[in-house]
Nanobody
Framework: QVQLVESGGGLVQPGGSLRLSCAAS????????MGWFRQAPGKEREFVAL???????NYADSVKGRFIISRDTAKNTVSLQMNSLKPEDTAVYYC??????????WGQGTQVTVSS
């Protein structure tokens, strides 16, 4: 199968920016869509952004206009540029891949903390 590995999390002040990356362990593994989810302490995991193989994007209302998802299909990577970060963006961010053969598969997550 394939492993997803996230990177780029950290501590940032409100109004700052971070860029998350997610790489699949196999470049030749077909992934139909890749996206980002997040889970804050005491809350359920929630959708953040999605990019399909057809280059269609979808964003949660809470991040529209601030976050940008992009993908390198040849390298099987997906990134999330996060701008104008707010304390409520603090969460563990998870990368998710999906295809028709294996369904969903997830990375282990990377912590993003927005605090002054």
């Amino acid at each position: 199968q394939v492993q997803l590995v996230e990177s780029g999390g950290g501590l940032v002040q409100p109004g700052g920016s971070l860029r998350l990356s997610c790489a699949a362990s196999r470049k030749d593994f077909n992934i139909d869509d890749m996206g980002w989810f997040r889970q804050a302490p005491g809350k359920e995991r929630e959708f953040v952004a999605l990019l399909t193989s057809g280059e269609t994007t979808n964003y949660a209302d809470s991040v529209k206009g601030r976050f940008i998802i992009s993908r390198d299909t040849a390298k099987n990577t997906v990134s999330l540029q996060m701008n104008s970060l707010k304390p409520e963006d603090t969460a563990v961010y998870y990368c998710r891949g999906r295809n028709s053969a294996y369904g969903e598969f997830w990375g282990q997550g990377t912590q993003v903390t927005v605090s002054s």
